[in-house]
Nanobody
Framework: QVQLVESGGGLVQPGGSLRLSCAASGSIFSIDAMGWYRQAPGKERELVATITSGGSTNYADSVKGRFTISRDNAKNTVYLQMNSLKPEDTAVYYC??????????????WGQGTQVTVSS
């Protein structure tokens, strides 16, 4: 009963910016963390950035200083501000939500993916 809806992807020139959004809806009572992953053709899905409900962030080395993750806990929404985009950032970006289902148990949910293409 949980759905993650992503938006904000598209085509952008190198050096440009995009802002991705992911809104979670359904039976989510508590979210421990939200994040973004990406997958390029022929590549493994990789971590881009995560943020906990308390605001702690984690970034892949390749995006540090360029991407910023943020969230609105009241809206169950996570954002990814992507600046200084490079062609190597081209990938399908997936939203991830870690929902708490108990004291130690969590469940991961995934968005449908949104294409980001960086090209001149």
């Amino acid at each position: 009963q949980v759905q993650l809806v992503e938006s904000g992807g598209g085509l952008v020139q190198p050096g440009g910016s995009l802002r991705l959004s992911c809104a979670a809806s359904g039976s989510i009572f508590s979210i421990d963390a939200m994040g973004w992953y990406r997958q390029a053709p022929g590549k493994e899905r990789e971590l881009v950035a995560t943020i906990t409900s308390g605001g702690s962030t984690n970034y892949a080395d390749s995006v540090k200083g360029r991407f910023t993750i943020s969230r609105d806990n009241a809206k169950n929404t996570v954002y990814l501000q992507m600046n200084s985009l490079k062609p190597e950032d081209t990938a399908v970006y997936y939203c991830n939500v870690v929902a708490r289902r108990g004291l130690i148990r969590t469940i991961d949910y995934w968005g449908q993916g949104t294409q980001v293409t960086v090209s001149s």
